[in-house]
């Protein structure tokens, strides 16, 4: 009995040495620091929105106009490993569209459990893969998920 606690407490050292485990804590940390991303973007988007009357073409027409409304380095998602520019997913709203219109979002496999969201009133939101189908099915979202399914996400 004590050989197999001995054991036990051994691997359970070696694990925590080795880094195993801490997995799902860098995880929850990627996910808090993509929505903080999503947050910043959406804000910037909105102020964007307030000062032109509409929302930006595209995220990288923000950082081309001669006035950065955001630092570049948001775009990456810290969930996302490849050699992407842009970790994100975003769709112009209407001006009239409903507030929890779907405007950004992280891209697939970004994140194992969630897919961060922003909606057009700032809302950000992790959603299960279920929820995010769900979201993308309500019709005030269909504008957002038709580009989604052209790009492949």
Do not use: W
Request: overall charge positive; hydrophobic content about 40%.
């Amino acid at each position: 009995m004590v050989d197999a606690k001995r054991r036990i407490a051994v691997l359970v050292l070696l694990a925590m040495m080795t880094g195993c485990g801490g997995g799902a804590e860098e995880e929850k940390d990627h996910v808090r620091a993509c929505s903080a991303n999503l947050h910043n973007i959406a804000s910037a988007c909105t102020t964007y929105s307030s000062m032109n009357r509409k929302y930006p073409e595209s995220l990288q027409s923000m950082l081309k106009e001669g006035k950065e409304m955001f630092p570049s380095d948001l775009l990456k998602c810290p969930g996302d490993n490849s050699q992407r520019a842009c970790g994100y997913f975003y769709v112009a709203p209407e001006q009239e569209a409903d507030n929890m219109t779907l405007m950004l979002c992280d891209l697939p496999g970004n994140h194992k459990q969630v897919r961060c969201v922003a909606f057009k009133c700032r809302v950000i939101k992790q959603l299960t893969k279920d929820e995010f189908q769900a979201a993308l099915k309500l019709p005030h979202n269909a504008a957002f998920a038709a580009a989604l399914e052209k790009a492949g996400g």
